[in-house]
């Protein structure tokens, strides 16, 4: 009896499970069904379109990037037609061998091979990846003839070229590989696709108008992978071309004046704040860096102690020196510290009460009794030692402000730095110290802690020329599409200078003048046939301070502690048309150095723009 109660249990069971396996097996069934409905029928659409993307392709339209030329129409940056490699990570199968193969074949070079590994990690494996630029013709032949190399391609593309070198370099920039900063910064959309950006100079301050609008086409390949047919879905737009305002005839000019000292010249336009002419030596070929620069050659620029890749023009601050002589007695005479009339005896020193230094003038053996535009013309420095010791140092922080010393002027280039104008507070925060007298009287004289671009000098030089009328540089004219029109045109910036007598400043004009034809003028070799008038201020700057008996002897001197040598003026006087500043790092005096070279950089200028010579009283 128990064996037949087994049985019936065992029957009951087999019977339960063929029940539970017909019921999962008809479930797999119906899921199986449902599946193939939803892929046969219901997504039939969707999986058409995703096999015929093995086919097809959408790829962004890199659009040609704009020129960049001089007031005169001369390109300074442009493209010419070149050739690509590229490589697809995802079609390759050993990514090595093919790399290898194609160094093997000279296409590439080991350098390439290292470059393209490191910025392999920013790119997805269907994207096809740069991996050499600028081709020779002779290299595409060869490939186009022999490649049997799956997902590497030879591409068209425009390569930036800076017709001019080394010059203007650091105003135009140049441009190179986008960095992950890069691709986070601009629009991805726009640049998909992209692979160039400008990094410095105009080329990155305009880079949004040099770029276009990226267009769309759709590619359909064959089985092994090639391109049979192309599509243009949305055409690109190609970037705006960029005029400046920068004349390269007297780019060149400037440059060849500095030759191989470390200097900047800038000459603007008193009437609209163009910058005619923004120098800075020494310079670099930006064609280097266009293609990915050696390191070698990176390294040997960026260790060279003459800072070749330093733009001096908008970064570089010095002491403005004398230069500043002529703002500090316009201050003095608008707050009635001094007027035409006062003097002061100069004997070669200035001595504070119950202060032990003496604070020597660059004349040992002194200027005597000099007034203000004595004082301007000859650069008497005691003069200004008096004169600064009487306003104290916060009259002459506001009054100087006025010209945005201090400040940033605005200027459209990436980068500007502001430069210095010693305060009180500003010690306080900077150096957690008071302020002394002492630092009050070389304040005076533009020593100290006070610093200035060169382009602020000329722009502060400017306004007096135009009697307070402070203008926002320009490098850009304006920009202009393919099709001619015109976009982004300049438009006059500037801000009035408070002024209490007219008088004063043409008092402060006599006396810039004087500089260059007064007798004892420290510029008055530069009117020797001068055939427009000119108005002045020479400036030497220390670069570090003499004990009061110590003599300065160039020669017993390292040379990059030696004096900085400036000049800034303005011409013609009686109708102000350019301004301009010049600094020669290291190179001594002023009257000998630096103003010669703005005699003939001013004579370039007025040969091409002539004026009128007005006899001068």
């Not at 039939?44 to 990037?65: C, F, K, S, W």
């Not at 105003?171 to 959309?189: N, P």
């Not at 089985?223 to 970037?239: C, L, M, Q």
């Not at 390294?299 to 330093?310: A, I």
Request: hydrophobic share 35%; charged share 25%; net charge neutral.
């Amino acid at each position: 009896m128990e064996k037949i109660g087994n049985i019936k249990r065992e029957k009951l069971v087999f019977k339960s499970r063929v029940i539970i396996s017909i019921i999962i097996m008809l479930s797999i069934t119906l899921i199986l069904i449902l599946r193939l409905f939803n892929l046969q029928v219901t997504k039939h659409d969707y999986y058409v379109e995703e096999a015929l993307g093995n086919q097809m392709q959408n790829l962004p339209i890199t659009p040609i990037r704009g020129n960049i030329l001089d007031r005169n129409g001369k390109i300074l940056a442009t493209n010419e037609f070149s050739y690509i490699l590229t490589i697809t990570p995802e079609k390759v199968t050993n990514l090595n061998e093919t790399l290898i193969g194609l160094e093997i074949s000279d296409l590439i070079t080991y350098e390439d091979i290292k470059k393209f590994n490191k910025k392999l990690s920013r790119f997805k494996k269907f994207h096809n990846i740069p991996l050499k630029f600028n081709l020779s013709e002779s290299s595409v032949a060869s490939f186009l003839l022999e490649n049997q190399l799956p997902g590497v391609e030879v591409e068209p593309y425009f390569h930036r070229v800076y017709p001019y070198g080394e010059s203007s370099a650091h105003l135009i920039g140049y441009v190179s590989s986008m960095s992950k900063t890069d691709k986070s910064i601009y629009d991805k959309k726009n640049y998909n696709g992209t692979n160039f950006v400008g990094k410095t100079g105009i080329e990155k301050q305009y880079e949004k108008l040099l770029h276009g609008q990226s267009g769309i086409k759709q590619i359909e390949r064959n089985v092994a992978g090639r391109i049979v047919d192309t599509k243009i879905i949305t055409p690109s737009i190609a970037g705006q071309d960029i005029y400046l305002n920068i004349d390269i005839d007297l780019q060149l000019k400037a440059e060849s004046l500095l030759g191989d000292n470390r200097g900047v010249i800038a000459l603007i336009n008193v009437k609209d704040g163009s910058i005619l002419s923004l120098v800075s030596t020494p310079s670099y070929n930006p064609n280097w860096f266009v293609n990915g620069i050696t390191v070698e050659r990176y390294n040997e620029l960026s260790s060279n102690e003459d800072l070749p890749l330093f733009d001096r023009s908008i970064k570089g601050l010095y002491p403005p020196g004398s230069t500043i002589k002529p703002m500090v007695a316009l201050a003095g005479l608008e707050l009635n510290n001094i007027t035409i009339k006062d003097s002061t005896f100069c004997p070669g020193y200035y001595k504070l009460n119950n202060y032990s230094r003496k604070f020597n003038d660059w004349k040992r053996t002194g200027h005597g009794k000099v007034d203000v535009i004595e004082a301007i013309a000859q650069s008497c420095d005691v003069f200004f030692y008096d004169l600064a010791f009487n306003m104290g140092i916060d009259q002459i922080h506001d009054s100087l402000s006025y010209f945005q010393f201090g400040k940033k002027t605005g200027i459209d280039l990436p980068g500007e730095l502001g430069g210095i104008l010693p305060s009180r507070e500003w010690k306080k925060i900077n150096k957690d110290e008071p302020w002394y007298r002492g630092e009050t009287l070389i304040t005076g004289i533009g020593q100290g802690f006070m610093t200035a671009s060169p382009l602020q000098l000329a722009l502060a030089t400017a306004a007096i020329a135009n009697k307070g009328q402070l203008l926002m540089p320009q490098v850009m004219m304006h920009s202009q599409s393919k099709n001619g029109d015109l976009f982004e045109e300049q438009n006059l910036k500037s801000n009035q200078i408070p002024i209490k007598d007219i008088n004063n400043w043409e008092l402060i004009i006599e006396a810039m003048k004087q500089t260059v034809y007064g007798k004892f003028g420290t510029a008055k070799r530069l009117n020797n046939k001068l055939k427009y008038s000119l108005a002045g201020k020479t400036g030497t700057a220390q670069v570090f301070g003499l004990d009061p008996e110590e003599e300065y002897i160039a020669e017993n001197i390292e040379e990059k502690l030696r004096d900085h040598a400036l000049f800034t003026g303005f011409a013609p006087i009686e109708d102000p048309q350019v301004a301009i500043a010049i600094i020669v790092e290291n190179a001594g005096s002023g009257s000998s150095k630096a103003a010669p070279l703005a005699r003939e950089l001013l004579d370039e200028y007025f040969i091409k723009n002539p004026v009128e010579l007005n006899t001068l009283n």
